[in-house]
């Protein structure tokens, strides 16, 4: 099962190397991996999606713990979190299908953010299902580049 | 008034606590080296950097306190990685320093320059690169602070060139402040309660003692927790001596070649007392035939120890020390229950009593040659156990594990979680270091030993009166040993009769060298040993294909030991 973990780092250099060298030196898989800065300037927040039964993230999360330069891990799959990741797509655009792909992005709230005479680069933030959706929607007009973002993630509430 | 980075480093060891230094210098740590002789602080120049990690790892495990290295750049940092893989898969608090290149030449591929913060991530528990020297006070105290506390580990710190010559004032933070690192000392108490109702209900119990109990010093506590029970308790290789193997609760070590008695008494439990070890692959055999019918408690001061091979019935995140004590006051608090758990065990006793009596350890004590064995069993008689003992990696060290007694915690050295050969000689050296006037024997391989045996010129240098005793089969011995029983004695490359001579190779590095080939000569040899003072080299040519039993073949479970044909005793 897929799980999202989010976690509070020293910002220091040298600190994703550990948790990447941690990762593939224990054979975990890595979906996405984020990294930025926090109000905090000393602290970066790392949001992880991986995967595994429950004994594997335990170990993920336990390692991540022991880490000397992590501060916190939270896998917030468990509870109620909002979850986004944003896409830039490149897709064709010729005169026929323009009007469609401006129908789509219109359904989806997505934005054009690039023109030229042959494409458009769209720009959609969402969770998993909406990209998934719109992306299934545009493929068959003809996708030529996307570049994600990796997820990012947050618990509702206080 | 400013100090350079060199002295400020310098001053940080000895305010530390720090006396000696296992190190040897180059290019771009000769500042370091120019200062050295200011400061109180004893230098070893070992000949090889493994060795010295080694020598750290041997007096850390021996004193509790960290072990020092100081090493220079590129290949004096990657000559250190063995010694800290062995020290981080033991959890043994050392602090290595490494030179670096200049900062501004990092990452240009300069001359000695290796990326060994990148190199030695994987195998320390944490590691530093100085960038700033206004940061190297402070970073050498969070080091040592990290190396000892919770689960100890190598802790390695590359200090580069620009750094150890830049000068600021000193100051030396009193406390260190780490918001992202707090080891949990105490158990929670409503696992120690249920631990404890598990313990009184159990009928078939076993203290399955690992490495955790030694480096948490917590041996007292484990003798009267475990007097208290009166049950069964059982080490694994890194914790001899944590319990006194000649007390009659003790089964002899666990594993694939752990006493009979021990292994089966593992796999008959009804409940797993675990005391810091983490059910390692040699200790545990077949991982679904492990203990099958017992409920376990895992005490750990590593959370990531708990769960990773089997599911704890009640785990304890804690210090083995604390745990126990509070294990103990809640017992305190159950006289009654107590008495009836103490009656319980008794059948449970008549079963490991018979195990014990039907295979006790054993070899053929009649042979014309020198046994192994026997070696060990006289070395532990002539000295009256009283003696510190490293071991190189193989048969020579499972016979050690086996047939010396260990009474007392940090008396073993051993490399059990790399299995580093080489291991043996330099971690002797270290103890002695730091117990000069106590006797330091390794008890070593003809292989192991050839690995790191040129510091024998250190001991002599020093005179440090180290006691070798080489278990010389000419063979790497217990590869020979999977090949009889697992590729039909097919000995490729596992034959080292082509040996030097060990006597002469003494002689050399300016050490005594003796040497027994048969039975009777053996007692002269090592009274002859003992008197001499000064470092030895005992060469033991002893049986060449002995075997050493009990084994469990890899991936059996406990019960599928393999035990010697004829035992005649
Ligand atoms: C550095 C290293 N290389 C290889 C091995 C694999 N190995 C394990 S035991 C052993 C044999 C060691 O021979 P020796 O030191 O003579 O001990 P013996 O088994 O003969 O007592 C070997 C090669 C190891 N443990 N460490
Ligand atoms: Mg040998």
Same mark, same amino acid.
Not at chain 1, 71 to 87: C, F, N, P, Q
Not at chain 1, 132 to 155: C, D, N, Q, W, Y
Not at chain 2, 113 to 130: F, M, Q, W
Not at chain 2, 401 to 418: C, E, I, M, N, V
């Given at each position: 099962?897929?799980?999202?973990?989010?976690?509070?780092?020293?910002?220091?250099?040298?600190?994703?190397?550990?948790?990447?060298?941690?990762?593939?030196?224990?054979?975990?898989?890595?979906?996405?991996?984020?990294?930025?800065?926090?109000?905090?300037?000393?602290?970066?927040?790392?949001?992880?999606?991986?995967?595994?039964?429950?004994?594997?993230?335990?170990?993920?999360?336990?390692?991540?713990?022991?880490? *000397?330069?992590?501060?916190?891990?939270?896998?917030?799959?468990?509870?109620?979190?909002?979850?986004?990741?944003?896409?830039?797509?490149?897709?064709?655009?010729?005169?026929?299908?323009?009007?469609?792909?401006?129908?789509?992005?219109? *359904?989806?709230?997505?934005?054009?953010?690039?023109?030229?005479?042959?494409?458009?680069?769209?720009?959609?933030?969402?969770?998993?299902?909406?990209?998934?959706?719109?992306?299934?929607?545009?493929?068959? *007009?003809?996708?030529?580049?996307?570049?994600?973002?990796?997820?990012?993630?947050?618990?509702?509430?206080? | 008034?400013?100090?350079?980075? #060199?002295?400020?480093?310098?001053?940080?060891?000895?305010?530390?606590?720090?006396?000696?230094?296992?190190?040897?210098?180059?290019?771009?740590?000769?500042?370091?080296?120019?200062?050295?002789?200011?400061?109180?602080?004893?230098?070893?120049?070992?000949?090889?950097?493994?060795?010295?990690?080694?020598?750290?790892?041997?007096?850390?495990?021996?004193?509790?306190?960290?072990?020092?290295?100081?090493?220079?750049?590129?290949?004096?940092?990657?000559?250190?990685?063995?010694?800290?893989?062995?020290?981080?898969?033991?959890?043994?608090?050392?602090?290595?320093?490494?030179?670096?290149?200049?900062?501004?030449?990092?990452?240009?591929?300069?001359?000695?320059?290796?990326?060994?913060?990148?190199?030695?991530?994987?195998?320390?528990?944490?590691?530093?690169?100085?960038?700033?020297?206004?940061?190297?006070?402070?970073?050498?105290?969070?080091?040592?602070?990290?190396? =000892?506390?919770?689960?100890?580990?190598?802790?390695?710190?590359?200090?580069?060139?620009?750094?150890?010559?830049?000068?600021?004032?000193?100051?030396?933070?009193?406390?260190? &402040?780490?918001?992202?690192?707090?080891?949990?000392?105490?158990?929670?108490?409503?696992?120690?309660?249920?631990?404890?109702?598990?313990?009184?209900?159990?009928?078939?119990?076993?203290?399955?003692?690992?490495?955790?109990?030694?480096?948490?010093?917590?041996?007292?506590?484990?003798?009267?927790?475990?007097?208290?029970?009166?049950?069964?308790?059982?080490?694994?290789?890194?914790?001899?001596?944590?319990?006194? @193997?000649? &007390?009659?609760?003790?089964?002899?070590?666990?594993?694939?070649?752990?006493?009979?008695?021990?292994?089966?008494? @593992?796999?008959?439990?009804?409940?797993?007392?675990?005391?810091?070890?983490?059910?390692?692959?040699?200790?545990?055999?077949?991982?679904?035939?492990? #203990?099958? $019918?017992?409920?376990?408690?895992?005490?750990?001061?590593?959370?990531?120890?708990?769960?990773?091979?089997?599911?704890?019935?009640?785990?304890?995140?804690?210090?083995?020390?604390?745990?126990?004590?509070? /294990?103990?006051?809640? !017992?305190?608090?159950?006289?009654?229950?107590?008495? %009836?758990?103490?009656?319980?065990?008794?059948?449970?006793?008549?079963?490991?009593?018979?195990?014990?009596?039907?295979?006790?350890?054993?070899?053929?004590?009649?042979?014309?040659?020198?046994?192994?064995?026997?070696?060990?069993?006289?070395?532990?008689?002539?000295?009256?156990?009283?003696?510190?003992?490293? =071991?190189?990696?193989?048969?020579?060290? /499972?016979?050690?594990?086996?047939?010396?007694?260990?009474?007392?915690?940090?008396?073993?050295?051993?490399?059990?979680? !790399?299995?580093?050969?080489?291991?043996?000689?330099?971690?002797?050296?270290?103890?002695?270091?730091?117990?000069?006037?106590?006797?330091?024997?390794?008890?070593?391989?003809?292989?192991?030993?050839?690995?790191? $045996?040129?510091?024998?010129?250190?001991?002599?240098? &020093?005179?440090?009166?180290?006691?070798?005793?080489?278990?010389?089969?000419?063979?790497?011995?217990?590869?020979?040993?999977?090949?009889?029983?697992?590729?039909?004695?097919?000995?490729?490359?596992?034959?080292?009769?082509?040996?030097?001579?060990?006597?002469?190779?003494?002689?050399?590095?300016?050490?005594?060298?003796?040497?027994? =080939?048969?039975?009777?000569?053996?007692?002269?040899?090592?009274?002859?040993?003992?008197? =001499?003072?000064?470092?030895?080299?005992?060469?033991?040519?002893? %049986?060449?294909?002995?075997? $050493?039993?009990? /084994?469990?073949?890899?991936?059996?479970?406990?019960?599928?030991?393999?035990?010697?044909?004829? @035992?005649?005793?």
């Amino acid at each position: 099962m897929k799980h999202t973990i989010s976690v509070l780092v020293e910002n220091q250099f040298g600190v994703l190397a550990r948790v990447a060298g941690l990762f593939s030196g224990r054979g975990f898989n890595i979906e996405s991996l984020n990294v930025a800065e926090t109000m905090d300037p000393t602290v970066s927040r790392m949001t992880i999606v991986t995967s595994g039964h429950d004994g594997i993230i335990e170990q993920i999360e336990k390692q991540l713990n022991k880490l *000397i330069n992590v501060i916190k891990v939270h896998d917030l799959t468990a509870e109620s979190h909002i979850e986004r990741e944003m896409v830039l797509v490149k897709v064709n655009a010729e005169a026929t299908n323009r009007a469609e792909i401006l129908r789509i992005v219109d *359904i989806f709230r997505a934005k054009v953010v690039d023109v030229t005479p042959r494409t458009y680069t769209i720009e959609i933030t969402g969770d998993e299902d909406k990209l998934e959706a719109f992306l299934k929607l545009l493929k068959p *007009i003809g996708i030529r580049e996307i570049v994600r973002t990796g997820k990012v993630a947050m618990a509702r509430g206080g | 008034m400013k100090l350079t980075g #060199a002295q400020i480093f310098l001053e940080s060891l000895v305010r530390e606590g720090v006396k000696h230094i296992f190190g040897h210098p180059g290019g771009v740590v000769l500042t370091i080296y120019d200062e050295l002789p200011k400061f109180p602080l004893k230098h070893f120049l070992v000949r090889h950097e493994q060795g010295g990690v080694h020598m750290a790892d041997g007096y850390a495990r021996a004193t509790g306190k960290a072990g020092v290295v100081l090493v220079t750049s590129g290949p004096g940092a990657t000559n250190t990685v063995t010694g800290l893989a062995t020290a981080y898969m033991d959890s043994i608090p050392v602090v290595c320093f490494t030179g670096q290149v200049p900062t501004h030449l990092v990452g240009n591929d300069a001359f000695q320059e290796a990326d060994i913060v990148g190199i030695s991530r994987p195998c320390t528990k944490h590691n530093y690169l100085v960038k700033d020297v206004n940061d190297l006070a402070r970073i050498v105290r969070e080091a040592f602070y990290i190396a =000892t506390t919770g689960r100890p580990g190598p802790v390695l710190v590359d200090l580069p060139k620009d750094v150890i010559n830049a000068q600021t004032e000193f100051h030396w933070p009193e406390k260190v &402040h780490l918001r992202s690192y707090n080891p949990t000392y105490q158990g929670h108490p409503g696992q120690v309660a249920k631990a404890v109702d598990l313990i009184l209900q159990s009928r078939k119990p076993v203290i399955y003692v690992g490495g955790g109990a030694i480096l948490s010093n917590a041996s007292p506590e484990l003798v009267s927790f475990a007097t208290k029970l009166g049950t069964p308790v059982a080490p694994t290789l890194m914790a001899l001596g944590a319990f006194p @193997m000649t &007390h009659w609760q003790c089964t002899g070590m666990l594993g694939m070649h752990g006493e009979y008695q021990a292994n089966m008494a @593992m796999h008959d439990a009804d409940l797993l007392i675990a005391i810091g070890p983490r059910f390692d692959d040699r200790v545990t055999g077949k991982l679904d035939e492990f #203990a099958p $019918c017992a409920k376990k408690i895992h005490l750990d001061i590593d959370p990531t120890s708990i769960g990773k091979n089997i599911r704890a019935d009640v785990p304890i995140v804690g210090d083995a020390r604390e745990v126990l004590r509070q /294990m103990m006051a809640e !017992l305190d608090g159950r006289p009654q229950e107590l008495e %009836e758990f103490k009656a319980n065990i008794q059948e449970w006793w008549a079963q490991v009593r018979k195990w014990r009596e039907e295979h006790p350890l054993s070899y053929d004590r009649t042979s014309p040659n020198i046994k192994p064995q026997y070696v060990i069993e006289k070395l532990y008689e002539l000295t009256g156990g009283d003696a510190i003992v490293s =071991t190189g990696v193989g048969q020579h060290q /499972m016979w050690a594990a086996q047939f010396w007694k260990f009474d007392r915690p940090r008396t073993f050295l051993t490399s059990g979680g !790399l299995g580093t050969m080489g291991y043996g000689f330099p971690a002797a050296v270290g103890a002695q270091v730091a117990f000069p006037d106590r006797l330091v024997i390794d008890i070593d391989g003809d292989g192991s030993f050839q690995m790191t $045996c040129q510091d024998l010129i250190l001991a002599a240098e &020093h005179n440090l009166p180290v006691k070798v005793a080489i278990i010389n089969n000419g063979y790497i011995g217990m590869v020979r040993q999977w090949q009889e029983f697992f590729f039909r004695r097919n000995y490729s490359q596992s034959d080292m009769a082509c040996q030097p001579d060990f006597v002469k190779l003494a002689e050399a590095y300016r050490c005594a060298g003796l040497r027994a =080939t048969k039975p009777d000569e053996m007692v002269g040899v090592i009274k002859e040993a003992l008197a =001499t003072p000064g470092p030895v080299v005992m060469d033991f040519q002893v %049986e060449r294909e002995e075997n $050493c039993f009990p /084994m469990i073949p890899a991936g059996g479970a406990h019960h599928q030991m393999i035990l010697p044909e004829v @035992m005649p005793s």
